[in-house]
């Protein structure tokens, strides 16, 4: 509340002592202040307060909403293109690698070029594209934001990797049947 008042009596100084109207708010993130500013119409009508976003508490933001998006989808598409591609080392590859060109996609440029066809894809894009329905795209992340991902799903889509993965997934499948019969 003192800070709400204060930001207040800042605003209104300013035009008592100085004869000068503040038209940008720059706040630590929460708005409580500038709603009371804007609330008490301090510069009156031809002098609306615009609100500045603060660099660090945006990325603040963002930040804390990436992982939780994180913490909610952890390795949700990953598994699911490994486990759907159990038969071959290259589909599970190439899966992985569906991921990454999917998170690209817009309406102006859809990459789907290697995501798995059919009715029970993955891919919404693909799915629509198999019940003849339309599929706009969102929720893609820019260019820089893949790009900084790109040495991950190399590392995850290495051959060697998937080998060890396939090899391991193979043994276990081979070890239930032995015990089952």
Known sequence: MMEVKGACNIFKRSLTFNDARYTKYLGDGGSKAFDAITEENINGDEFQVEKLECIVHVMKRMGSRLQRLKEKMKGQLLSDAIRRNLNSVHAMRQAIWAISMYKLSTDEHPQHGICCIGEDSW???????????????????????????????????????????????????????????
């Open 123 to 181: 891919c919404g894009f693909k799915k629509a594209e198999a019940t003849g329905s339309a599929r706009k795209h969102k929720n893609n992340l820019p260019v820089a934001v893949v790009e900084a991902m790109r040495p991950v799903f190399r590392d995850v889509s290495h051959p060697d990797l998937l080998t060890l993965y396939f090899l391991t997934v193979l043994k276990s499948t081979t070890l239930v049947t032995l015990i089952s019969s």
